[in-house]
């Protein structure tokens, strides 16, 4: 029964109808789609399996993970949160992490636990919830692999309005990239600090160049 409310939760929290507003970012993939890069499904597949291994969701998961560990301990946490914004590449990124941080918490102050007191401000995502799944001893292993799931899911989704690929063609790359997200997310789960390093430079770049575009339907 406890394992049934654990993935309740997290099929809640991690539910494009949680109020965070994630729908609205688009992690710079707008700006690859608008310059070609990503065009079909198969440049889709390999754009988000890139960021997945080498960009901002294996550093987020990795801090996911951290904070999961220091739900109880504020400085830790407070450390982890500035390590995550100076890791983010560009204004945007930064907004788009630190706006649905604060929205998922104050969110979840429907499932009282102490640890949202020890959450530092302004709290990026990934530390937001990975802290707040522990405050509800929710095991890592679920989390994050539900959190990782979450992620690209939402980078299917754009790219399903806006390149655009069909619903088939965007449920058969999740379908394909399930083995890679379970793998990541094992990986991250036990994965240091020093481990933290991306190389997905086109990714950044998107990210910093999202805010020139002419015609933006996403934040980020």
Request: proline share 5%; charged share 15%.
């Amino acid at each position: 029964m406890t394992e049934n409310r654990d993935l309740q939760k997290l099929l809640t929290w991690l539910s494009p109808a949680f109020p965070v507003g994630a729908f609205a970012w688009s992690a710079g993939l707008e700006t690859a789609i608008a310059s070609g890069a990503v065009h079909d499904r198969t440049t889709t597949q390999a754009w988000i399996e890139g960021m997945l291994h080498h960009g901002g969701l294996r550093t987020d998961a990795i801090l996911f993970a951290h904070a999961h560990a220091a739900a109880n301990d504020p400085a830790t946490l407070r450390d982890l949160a500035d390590l995550c914004l100076a890791l983010t590449p560009a204004r945007e990124r930064h907004d788009e992490t630190t706006i649905t941080g604060s929205a998922f918490a104050a969110a979840a102050r429907a499932w009282p636990t102490p640890v949202l007191a020890n959450l530092p401000q302004p709290c990026p995502y990934p530390i937001a919830v990975g802290a707040i799944a522990a405050g509800h001893a929710i095991a890592l292993d679920a989390a994050l692999l539900a959190y990782v799931t979450s992620a690209i899911h939402g980078q299917v989704s754009v790219a399903v309005r806006l390149v655009p690929i069909g619903q088939s063609d965007g449920l058969a790359i999740i379908a394909a990239l399930e083995p890679a997200i379970a793998s990541a997310a094992a990986l991250c789960q036990h994965a240091a600090l020093d481990d933290i390093g991306g190389v997905a430079y086109a990714a950044d770049i998107a990210q910093m160049a999202h805010e020139t575009l002419s015609t933006r339907i996403f934040r980020s």
